[in-house]
């Protein structure tokens, strides 16, 4: 409470009272403001997110049961193939849980070293201490999907790009979770363990990992848990496993509806028992003991020895069983064939592409037309009478590349090709064939054919076929990031901008290099503004509705204020079945009664949510105090009373850093469900990546998405600070 004297003065009971009087209106003003701003910014979003949805949600709301209706229905009618499907399906499961535990399994051994080096008292080198955390932060924000995308580009398809998506991101994840135990050991241990002359490794092993075990395997087993659930999603853009089945039963809509749902079962049994399994050992790994009587004392030094033993076996057995277990998974996921399945062109024109830009120079071999564009488009094209400096002569139009790596549009359509220590080619195109003096065995950098002919060069690449000839030549940087060819203000410098003369007489330097910047036809910033805006909305609309669902239910489920075992039974199935079904899943199946969009991915994170807030506040409700509210009732409060000032109190800082957090993850879940079902920027990052062209596009979204998720991190921890006094380290 404030300090409510006033230089040390004396005060009466009734300046005392009239302070403290004062002081609970102001919080009772703040308390109505933000309750108010909060029910405006949830109806305005609401409404947003409807009108950007492709169907409206009181348009669909009568349409929500259609689809679960029928494929009920037809697995009902199929009811006898049922058992077959689910035999057919199982290699699938088994893929998709191996997917989840190599990755779970490599993440947690990235996410420990990340952990130790990054932790204040116990890395090796303390000054790199913030540089580890940021990569952990990296790892962290980037969601599955964005690297899995990118893996099954130069991968293909399959297991392997989902195992290394989801390791990368639990890295990330076990990381700070890790961080966050190793911060709270006893560095008496490792003291006295460098006082002998430890190295730092043996430190580590014998001075902090005997104290946080048990909080390390409890993190991974729910890390496990929740990669399971990422491992089958992935599954829909290719990653293999049962997602993908999922994905393509769905699609195929009525007559595959049966699979659709043996697959649900097993995806849904499957979460279902690792959850409740790893519910299990994480309470046993982390529950504290009681106090130790003489009775216990003797039967520990009796049972020692065995105790001994049997850790030293499972010291030596543990190791074994996980080598044995990676090398079953080296072969089912077939690793030796990788570098075949590869696509290392793919990889060098990622890497390439993502820092660098293309000015292509184009020839329509019909009309005879030659255009300049950067990165090929319309919208980046040089104006009329304008092209690069490097481009020269009129009737033969000749492209010097650099280092003597010369092109040369010839009338009729013919094309010379100088490259140093090579012959010259000549290529004519006719029709739609081309016709070239390429003979005998080709270098790996030319493929030639009668219809296309591609020459790839350090200095640029060439393409030719009946309907054009196009030369590509790369430069570094991202062009036309700040303004397009057509504007006033491209190829000029920030002081120009601010202390020239007006270079557009009709609007300022300042005002006009905003507007153009914020237009921009190439890079589509105002468009990627309001992806990132709507994203944090259906992460924003997802969170704060589960949450207000998830309180009254809550109350259902806890045996202390609901005493009839039937309803609290209920109420906790319907939990376990809302979050056992992932909210990608959701997304799909409300996609068929509202169309894609942003409302529908919100609706998706409410119900999965709703789940998990569920159980979490019920378990809250349980460990309540019971004398406050027993302190309540005592001065005569009605039953709602005793709740909004008995129960409510003692909940809030669980129920604020719990929706907070949720709030900060559900930004990364969004983004994937942008990209399943269409909306903010996990669209436009899925329609980059589908072009396999637009790369510098593809990073250019990556990095607002880990600037996007990084901010909401920080922004979560400093208002959890705020809230209820805790910040994130």
């Keep these: 409470m404030a300090d409510i004297s006033t230089g040390g003065a ?9 302070a403290y009087m004062a002081q609970v209106q102001r919080r009772r003003l703040y308390g109505g403001l933000t309750l108010l701003i909060f029910i405006i910014l949830m109806v305005s979003g609401f409404n947003v997110a409807d009108d950007r949805n492709a169907g409206g949600f009181w348009e669909g709301l009568h349409q929500i049961g259609d689809y679960p209706a029928d494929v009920l229905s037809e697995a009902w009618e199929k009811r006898a193939d049922l058992p077959a499907l ?103 241990a490792v003291e006295g363990l460098c006082s002998t002359g430890a190295t730092w490794s043996q430190r580590m092993l014998l001075g902090v990992l005997p104290q946080v075990a048990p909080n390390y395997v409890s993190y991974t087993l729910l890390r496990f848990e929740i990669n399971i659930r990422a491992s089958a999603i992935l599954g829909f853009v290719g990653a293999g496993g049962l997602g993908y089945e999922l994905r393509n039963s769905m699609a195929w809509g009525p007559g595959r509806f049966d699979e659709a749902a043996a697959i649900f079962i097993l995806l849904f049994g499957t979460i279902v028992f690792f959850d409740q399994l790893s519910s299990r050992y994480r309470n046993r790994l982390t529950e504290g003991q009681g106090p130790m ?28 069983v996980l080598a044995v277990y990676l090398v079953y998974v080296f072969f089912a996921f077939d690793l030796p064939g990788l570098a075949g399945r590869a696509n290392m062109e793919n990889a060098v024109t990622l890497a390439s592409d993502s820092w660098s830009h293309k000015v292509h120079v184009t020839r329509d071999n019909r009309s005879g037309e030659i255009t300049y564009a950067v990165e090929g488009e319309r919208k980046g094209r040089y104006p009329e009478g304008q092209r690069p400096d490097w481009v020269s002569g009129d009737n033969a139009i000749i492209i010097d590349l650099g280092r003597g790596h010369i092109v040369r549009y010839l009338p ?29 065995d080709l270098p790996d950098w030319i493929s030639a054919s009668d219809r296309r002919v591609g020459i790839t060069t350090p200095e640029g690449r ?12 790369y430069f570094p940087g991202w062009e036309l990031f700040w303004f ?18 007006r270079l557009d007489p009709a609007r300022s330097n300042i005002s006009g290099a905003i507007s153009d910047w914020w237009n921009n036809a190439m890079w589509r910033h105002r468009d990627v503004a309001w992806a990132i805006g709507e994203t944090i909305l259906i992460a924003f609309l997802g969170t704060m509705g589960a949450a207000i669902i998830a309180l009254p239910l809550g109350f259902l489920a806890a045996k202390r204020f609901s005493p009839f075992m039937l309803e609290r039974a209920a109420t ?48 809250a409700l349980e460990n309540v105090d019971q004398k406050q509210i027993e302190g309540v009732v005592s001065t005569g409060a009605k039953p709602l009373q005793r709740y909004r000032f008995g129960v409510i109190p003692q909940i809030v800082p669980v129920l604020l850093a719990q929706i907070l957090y949720f709030l900060e993850s559900n930004t990364r879940s969004a983004t994937i469900i942008g990209a399943i079902t269409g909306g903010g920027i996990g669209l436009m990052l899925t329609q980059a990546i589908q072009t396999q062209k637009d790369w510098e596009e593809v990073a250019y979204y990556i990095v607002l998405i880990i600037a996007m998720v990084m901010f909401m991190d920080w922004f979560s921890g400093w208002l959890r600070g705020k809230l209820i006094g805790r910040k994130d380290a």
Aim: glycine content about 10%.
């Design 10 to 18: 004396p005060q009466t009971v009734g300046s005392i009272q009239s």
């Design 86 to 188: 689910i035999a057919k399906y199982f290699p699938a499961l088994v893929e998709t849980i191996n997917i989840a535990a190599v990755s779970t399994l490599i993440g947690a051994m990235g996410g420990l070293f990340l952990s130790l080096l990054g932790t204040r008292g116990l890395a090796k080198w303390p000054r790199l201490i913030p540089l580890f955390r940021r990569i952990s932060d990296i790892m962290r924000a980037v969601p599955e999907i964005v690297i899995a995308l990118v893996l099954i580009f130069v991968l293909g398809g399959g297991p392997v790009p989902a195992m290394i998506a989801i390791a990368i991101h639990t890295a990330g994840a076990l990381a700070k979770m890790f961080s966050e135990v190793s911060e709270n050991t006893d560095l008496k």
């Design 293 to 320: 009587t003489t009775t216990d004392l003797d039967a520990t030094k009796f049972e020692a020895e065995k105790l001994f033993h049997r850790k030293r076996l499972t010291g030596f057995g543990i190791p074994l």
């Design 412 to 440: 009729d359509n013919r094309t010379e090709i100088e490259i140093p220590g090579f012959p010259l080619i000549r290529a004519q195109a006719e029709g739609r064939t081309v016709t070239t003096n390429l003979r005998g």
């Design 462 to 473: 060439i393409t030719l076929t009946g309907a054009r000839t196009e030369v590509f030549n």
């Design 484 to 501: 397009t060819l057509d504007s006033p203000y491209h190829g000029h410098s920030l002081g120009t901008l601010l202390f020239a003369d």
């Design 572 to 619: 906790r199935r319907l939990f376990d079945f809302v979050r056992g079904v992932d909210a990608v899943i959701w997304t799909v199946v409300l996609a068929r009664a509202f169309g894609p969009g942003p409302l529908t991915g919100a609706l998706a994170i409410l119900i999965t949510d709703t789940g998990t807030f569920g159980k979490i506040f019920s378990e």
